[in-house]
Every structure is written in structure tokens, then in C-alpha cells.
């Protein structure tokens, strides 16, 4: 499924949305208990100071991360940083309030939000894919 298919059902936020998606592309296993615990920060308790969208995609990254390296977190925080930093520079802002006056609609809420996240997400992690990596 896309993330707009997932968003646009309607019964997933912007952080679950974005979450569930990536499970689906890269898969992450994501237990229901990961979904309810990411579901905290994009609608589940009204839309926080951080954008959802982009916590989800900060979520979908480290559990990635850490699978990836057999639960070692090298490199983990600044991985995550620079997906903030991709977001903030691609969107202008990483504040959900700020983000909301500028891309929410009525009828679609934060869509346009939630596929740039998954986009940005994708291309970020193509990058650290092609990066060199240190033995």
C-alpha cells in the first residue's frame, strides 16, 4: 500500500501512517505495540509540538537501523538528526502547528505532509544505503 492509501483510510494518523508504510517497503516487523506507541505523536493525543509525520519516519529509521546492525546504535542519533535536518530543509519546519498552517487541508488533513515524510524518508535511506561504509 502507499501511505496516501494507508493516510486516507482514515484510520491511522500521520505517524502511524508514515510507520506502517515503511514497514511495509523495507520490512520492519513493526509489532501493533510499535503502532500504538508512535501513535502518541501524530493525533492519538492531538498533534504535538514535532511534526507526526516526521516522528514516524524517525521511528520507521531507527528500528531499521537497529535491525540492520544487530541492535548495536552506532551512528543512530546522527542518522535521525540528519532525517530531521532533510525534513526541516525540504518543508521549512519540523513544528507540526507551523507545518499545519501552511500544508493542511480540509479534506485530505495532513497528506501532503505525510507523503513528502515517506519521500523523504525513501531518499534518505537510499543514501545511507549507497554510502560507504566503514569495516
Known amino acids: 500500500m502507499t501511505v496516501r492509501e494507508i493516510f486516507l483510510d482514515g484510520n491511522y494518523n500521520c505517524a502511524e501512517a508514515v ?3 515503511a514497514d511495509g517497503k523495507y520490512g520492519l516487523h513493526v509489532a501493533p505495540e ?3 506507541l508512535v501513535s502518541g505523536f501524530g493525533g492519538g ?3 504535538g ?3 507526526g509525520a ?3 519516519a524517525v521511528a520507521a529509521l531507527s528500528k531499521m537501523l537497529v535491525q540492520d546492525r544487530a541492535h548495536e546504535t552506532a551512528g543512530l542519533r546522527e542518522a535521525c538528526a540528519g532525517l ?3 525534513f526541516r530543509e525540504d518543508l521549512g ?3 507540526c502547528a507551523e507545518l499545519k ?3 493542511r487541508r480540509p479534506d485530505v488533513r495532513c497528506l501532503f505532509v505525510v507523503e513528502r515524510a515517506a519521500a523523504i524518508l525513501d531518499g534518505y535511506v537510499r543514501e545511507l544505503e549507497e554510502a560507504p561504509h566503514e569495516d
Open 93 to 95: 519546519s519540523i513544528e
Open 34 to 36: 510499535d503502532v500504538k
Open 101 to 103: 498552517k501552511k500544508y
Open 54 to 56: 516526521l516522528l514516524g
Open 49 to 51: 509540538e514535532n511534526c
Open 84 to 86: 530531521t535536518d532533510r
Open 45 to 47: 493525543l492531538g498533534c
Open 19 to 21: 510507520l506502517l508504510w
